[in-house]
């Protein structure tokens, strides 16, 4: 008897057998307000509808009641209400995301290309969607109309820049006679091949010209004078001799105007 008296009293003690999962009603309705508040975040992401908008608002309150009556508990609930306050977090998030949606897409619906733009509307005084879209197709214009104009003037300073360096540069024989060295060059160095009676050979090196001088031919009409010494022509008797050369180009007519090659150095 002694022995059944003690085992009744030991199973008389309270135990809390409640743990984190179990079907508790505070459990519950924790879970419960977590995949209502997952299912919220989908919902504020997914749609615009008023329905988020004044269903999220309770369940909301009812997150932070939720969190005032987890707090007071002890043991393993903790667990229970980090699940709530993510819950608490997801509804704001859903809340907010919903808000930003529905917003954006009535803006659309008055005709704006967004709710930024029906913000800048109302910023600027415009009580209409059509009255904001002229003021931003007329704006647009106008600095199309002006960065066409700058295009326009940049072209013209770009013209005259390229006359004003073209006036100077048509003072100076050197600078001139750069700008149609190649075609005159090329077409001198034909000539002076064609001349020789019998073999010949150019003494220039890899990196040097051959037409190393240059001078006005007619300063007036345009034509520079190239010139060179770098040239053997190898006579009948089978010696080379050192030749001089020099062609007169005119480039309007883009032709040598002038010829000479004769034996000796400039």
């Avoid at 995301?97 to 897409?105: F, G, Q, S």
């Avoid at 109302?122 to 931003?136: E, K, M, S």
Wanted: charged share 20%; hydrophobic share 45%.
């Amino acid at each position: 008897m002694h022995a059944l008296r003690q085992q009744l009293s030991l199973n008389s003690i309270p135990v809390d057998r409640s743990h984190p999962f179990g079907l508790t009603s505070g459990n519950l309705f924790i879970y419960g307000s977590f995949l209502t508040g997952s299912a919220w975040i989908f919902l504020g992401w997914m749609t615009y509808s008023i329905f988020s908008r004044f269903l999220l608002a309770p369940l909301l309150l009812a997150a932070l009641v939720g969190i005032v009556w987890c707090l007071r508990q002890t043991g393993y609930r903790w667990l229970a209400c980090a699940l709530l306050a993510g819950t608490f977090c997801g509804a704001v998030l859903g809340f907010a995301t919903a808000e930003i949606k529905r917003d954006e897409v009535r803006a659309v619906e008055l005709g704006y290309s967004g709710a930024r733009a029906k913000n800048d509307a109302a910023r600027l005084g415009f009580t209409n969607a059509a009255q904001y879209n002229v003021h931003i197709r007329a704006k647009a214009e106008d600095a199309k109309r002006a960065a066409d104009q700058k295009a326009v003037e940049d072209a013209q300073i770009a013209a005259e820049t390229m006359r004003l360096v073209d006036l100077l540069c048509r003072e100076s024989a050197d600078c001139y006679g750069n700008k149609f060295y190649r075609q005159a060059t090329a077409a001198c160095e034909a000539m002076v091949q064609r001349s020789a009676k019998y073999d010949f050979k150019w003494t220039n090196g890899w990196d040097e010209s051959k037409f190393e001088y240059r001078k006005w031919g007619d300063q007036e009409r345009g034509t520079i004078v190239y010139a060179g010494d770098r040239l053997q022509l190898q006579n009948g008797f089978g010696n080379w001799i050192v030749h001089r050369y020099a062609c007169e180009f005119d480039p309007a007519r883009n032709a040598i105007v002038y010829f000479n090659l004769e034996a000796g150095r400039i």
